[in-house]
């Protein structure tokens, strides 16, 4: 796949490598792999919590590693040791043996109704259907209510018959542990891309395969695996698929094959038709040579790690010249910077 489809040529993916595409009923996945990978950053699930005591006292975020940078995900939820759990409204880097105040960057989900106050009992990724008004609201404070989306989906699992969010994904739906089971999460794995109907959905890369098994059953079950349950829900159920007409082992190969063939163009051609539109990048907040980047586009937003890095070569002015005469007349060494910019972190998800 040309990743230049997906992004224009905003972010650097050239280093990623996307694989054999992965589907259960309309939740497909692309797996995403990369030669090059960082251990300097740390999920958030495995090393820091956020504690928050009074109702007005910020909420901390500490790193207590020397060595690695916390990197929390965007619109991942906090497990807070007491109060309401928040989510993030955006990606958060906490240095090491620093602590970060995160008030003004969490989101408060909430409902009317008597379990208005979410405490998570693990980490839960906000679902596909709101994460655009969470990325909306995200400079109005960190008290922002997501009330409309919200009380929707609410709506939607009640009809269902299902638990409200995140509850849902607390009582093991059948249903949605089937996603976990069908795809697979390959070793070496350091993102995907997500389809829900033959339409991309969300990219999702980490700066590690290590970073991306932890918050790889998140982002599949509660974050794309949820809306892709209640679209199959709202949605007649597609036609049983034409058995292949072959009578050879050898013609069954050649089939499938095809058929494979032609599903990857689909996706494919899925990408390349999405919305074109201006993208508008902001920088954020930056450790070491590595800076966030929030972009929002026409039909895509979410934001981005890039990694500044400077690429030094000796110039030859000798080129073209015979060896002898080369060594002969050549001036002293000289070096050219190159400066390429490596994309280790992405969290990018359709608005609607």
């Not at 003004?104 to 693990?122: C, E, F, Q, W």
């Amino acid at each position: 796949m040309d990743c230049r489809l997906l992004t224009g040529e905003h972010l650097d993916l050239s280093d990623y490598r996307f694989g054999t595409p992965q589907q259960t009923g309309c939740l497909t996945v692309v797996p995403i792999t990369s030669a090059q990978s960082t251990t300097l950053f740390r999920p958030l699930p495995l090393s820091v919590r956020a504690k928050r005591r009074p109702a007005a006292a910020p909420v901390l975020l500490a790193n207590p590693s020397e060595q690695s940078c916390v990197l929390a995900p965007l619109h991942f939820g906090l497990p807070v040791e007491r109060g309401t759990s928040h989510f993030l409204s955006g990606t958060a880097l906490v240095p090491p043996s620093e602590h970060r105040d995160l008030t003004g960057d969490t989101i408060l989900p909430y409902s009317s109704t008597r379990r208005s106050h979410i405490n998570l009992k693990a980490t839960y990724c906000l679902p596909l259907s709101l994460r655009g008004p969470a990325w909306r609201a995200r400079n109005h404070g960190g008290q922002q209510r997501l009330a409309p989306a919200l009380n929707d989906l609410h709506d939607r699992l009640h009809r269902h018959g299902l638990d409200r969010f995140p509850f849902v994904l607390q009582a093991h739906h059948p249903d949605l542990k089937s996603f976990a089971g069908r795809i697979e999460l390959l070793t070496g794995q350091t993102g995907a891309l997500f389809y829900i109907d033959g339409r991309p959905v969300g990219l999702e890369i980490a700066p590690s395969a290590a970073y991306f098994a932890a918050i790889w059953e998140p982002l599949l079950v509660g974050c794309y695996g949820l809306p892709a349950l209640l679209w199959q829900y709202d949605s007649p159920a597609p036609p049983s698929p034409e058995p292949y007409a072959v009578s050879r082992l050898s013609e069954l190969r050649t089939e499938m094959f095809r058929a494979r063939h032609q599903k990857q163009e689909q996706w494919e051609g899925a990408v390349a038709a999405r919305p074109e539109g201006d993208f508008k990048i902001e920088a954020g907040q930056k450790w070491r040579n590595y800076r966030v980047h929030s972009l929002t586009g026409t039909a895509f937003a979410g934001q981005y790690i890039d990694e500044v890095a400077t690429i030094k070569a000796e110039a030859d002015d000798g080129a073209g010249m015979p060896r002898m005469l080369r060594n002969l007349f050549r001036k002293s060494p000289q070096t050219e910077e190159t400066t390429r910019r490596r994309v280790v972190y992405a969290s990018l998800f359709a608005l609607s």
